[in-house]
């Protein structure tokens, strides 16, 4: 009797187990509609390995503008539509302006990067850095004479030796971007301000690339796959040192170069000076990284956008003629750009047309909220799919793949300007990034 009983409890047991194992991977149904999913993976098997920001299009058509995924047990909603985004990201940002941990992520950089890392007090303080120091005053107060002299050796590069414009392009942008931040120029390619960026990016994106690493961040329990037999967490690791080299050499060399009296205008010098009286609000490595960060974030997105345009330009001559006959009227200085909107509009479109970071990158909800009567569960990955947002009729864009700067002819002043007016619609399309740009509202 006592025996059949244990063995019945048993069996109930491993029904209730198997019944919760196949619950794993499936879909809330208040959440918002998606692709179906498979038990204990969800969706995962459905995700490309590369054209993700297609898939995001193609889902949108499918399951409408604001759809979820299920990654194994965790959520994630994306959000493919304008509206959405505003009434989530812009009305609740203290809401949705967390990041989704990873872990691969943190064994890099040790969980000193903005990017990668949950919006803690240590991102704050960081975000709080670079949204004051790349605020659209300071540039105008501090980049624009640093540009104007950059560009023109820029055209001067183009002009000595047009076939290695790629590399004069990403020279011109690490340099802008380590003269502002370490008070270094980059003088060419291959010196270290040149290139120490791309260098360190080449790495983070290495270990990071999408099928790179097993879904850790959805079964926690595959970190303790030991190193030796990890191929992707030796990965992580190395690419770790390779950035901290690179970060602490910028560092070090600031630091011995303000050692013999050299103290230069730059975020570096001021922020050593700020901390040294009042103290550093984080480690030595938490800082250099921040400064790489900063870095990281500025010079590969502007050179790829700037590439961008040249092969827009390149194939649609109309419009590199156009742009000729306004550019040809002026100097051409930042202090010029007002008097020049068909380039605004050209560099516009161009982000449009081939967004630099096409699938955004990933927000977090840190509670439960609603949008229109669906669910968005605590702690989902929120997806702004730029290239999708930007790329679909259903949001406004009639021949999305048409590169036409036409299009923002009636924007004629900077995205920023329009990204802070309260009706979204009345904002340039281009500003669907700069709606959820954390710079802006953190
Ligand atoms: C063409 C130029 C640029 C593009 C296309 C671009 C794009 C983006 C996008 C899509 C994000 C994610 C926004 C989000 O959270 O949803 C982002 C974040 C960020 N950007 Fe930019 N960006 C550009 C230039 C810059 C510049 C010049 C800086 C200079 C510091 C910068 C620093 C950052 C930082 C630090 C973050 C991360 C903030 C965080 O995680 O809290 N970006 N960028």
Redesign the pocket.
């Known amino acids: 009797m006592q025996t059949t009983l244990v063995l019945s409890s048993t069996a109930v047991l491993a029904v209730w187990c198997i019944y919760r194992l196949l619950q794993v991977g499936s879909r809330d149904p208040r959440m918002p509609k998606g692709p179906p999913t498979v038990p204990i993976l969800g969706n995962l098997l459905q995700l490309p390995l590369t054209g993700i920001h297609k898939k995001f299009r193609d889902w949108a058509e499918e399951y409408g503008g604001v759809y979820s995924l299920k990654f194994g047990p965790n959520n994630a909603i994306v959000l493919c539509d304008r509206k959405a985004v505003h009434e989530l990201l812009d009305k609740k940002g203290i809401l949705y302006s967390d ?1 989704p941990h990873t872990y691969v992520g943190s064994l890099m950089t040790q969980g000193d990067h ?2 990668v890392s949950s919006l803690d007090t240590l ?1 704050r303080e960081k ?1 709080k850095v ?1 949204t004051h120091n ?1 605020s659209p005053k300071m540039l105008q107060e501090r980049a624009a004479h640093i540009q104007d002299a950059e560009t023109t050796v820029l055209l001067l590069d183009f002009l000595d030796n047009p076939k290695d414009f790629y590399t004069h392009v990403r020279r011109v942008t690490a340099s802008i ?1 380590n003269i502002l931040i370490f008070g270094q120029r980059g003088a060419t390619y291959d010196s270290f301000w040149g290139r120490c960026v791309y260098d360190a990016l080449d790495r983070f994106g290495e270990a990071l690339e999408p099928g790179a690493n097993p879904p850790v961040d959805e079964f926690p329990f595959l970190r303790f796959w030991p190193t030796r037999w990890a191929g992707w967490k030796q990965r992580a690791f190395s690419a770790g040192r390779a950035m901290d080299k690179i970060w602490s050499t910028a560092l070090e060399t600031v630091e011995k170069r303000r050692s013999i009296g050299d103290v230069r205008e730059c975020i570096a010098d001021r922020l050593i000076d700020e901390y040294n009286e009042k103290g550093y609000p984080f480690s030595r490595h938490a800082f250099m990284m921040l400064l790489g ?2 870095c990281e ?2 010079a590969e ?2 050179s790829s ?1 700037m590439l961008t345009m040249i092969l827009a330009i390149t194939k649609y001559s109309e419009v590199q003629r156009k742009a000729r006959l306004q550019i040809d009227a002026v100097s051409p200085l930042w202090s010029d750009f007002k008097d020049i909107p068909y380039v605004n509009a050209i560099v516009k479109e161009g ?1 449009r047309w081939r ?3 096409s699938s ?2 990933p ?1 977090k909800n840190k509670e439960d909220d609603y949008y229109e009567g669906m669910l968005i569960p605590k702690d989902s990955t929120i997806f ?1 799919p ?1 290239w999708a947002l930007n790329n679909w009729d259903a949001q406004g864009f009639s021949d999305p793949e048409i590169y036409n700067p036409d299009r923002y002819i009636n924007h004629p002043k900077l995205a920023n300007d329009y990204a802070g007016s309260a009706d979204y619609k009345d904002r340039d399309k281009f500003s669907a ?1 700069l709606l ?4 802006i509202d ?1």
């Open positions: 990041r903005m990017v991102t975000r670079a790349f971007a960060e900063m974030g500025g997105t502007t956008s982000m967004p630099v970071i955004g990158l927000h702004l730029v990034y959820v740009y954390p710079l953190a």
